[in-house]
Each structure stands twice: as structure tokens, then as C-alpha cells.
């Protein structure tokens, strides 16, 4: 099952919560829930202009 507008697997974002490197979540009852905004900013913050950028980004 793929999760949203990303069509990351539910797999993916356990293992980002569990990492600290997802979205903030809401934990609700046994539900896992996110903000669209805390979404959004999550995959703004992960923009890259080049690979090289890219590159860099990920050693730092």
C-alpha cells in the first residue's frame, strides 16, 4: 500500500518515524497521523537544484 502523494510505502515512513528523519506525526488512538502542512514543509526542506547539491547535502 503506498501512502499519499508521495507513493511512499507505509514501510517507509515507520522507518522515518523511528529515525527521526520523517514529517512530525500525530499519534491518535492506534492511528498514525500527519499535517499536510508538516508534510509539505518535509518535502520542501528535501529540494534539491542538482544532483551535486544533492550530493553535497547528503554528506553534511
Same mark, same amino acid.
Given at each position: ?6 507513493? !511512499?510505502?507505509?514501510?517507509? /515512513?515507520?522507518?522515518? &518515524? ?18 499536510? !502542512?508538516?508534510?509539505?514543509? /518535509?518535502?520542501?526542506? &528535501? ?14
Amino acid at each position: 500500500m503506498r501512502a499519499g502523494i508521495t507513493d !511512499r510505502s507505509q514501510k517507509s /515512513w515507520q522507518r522515518d &518515524r523511528i529515525k527521526g528523519t520523517g514529517p512530525k506525526f500525530i499519534r491518535c488512538g492506534g492511528k498514525i497521523l500527519y499535517d499536510m !502542512r508538516d508534510v509539505e514543509a /518535509w518535502l520542501e526542506a &528535501r529540494k534539491f537544484e542538482s544532483t551535486s547539491a544533492y550530493a553535497a547535502g547528503r554528506t553534511q
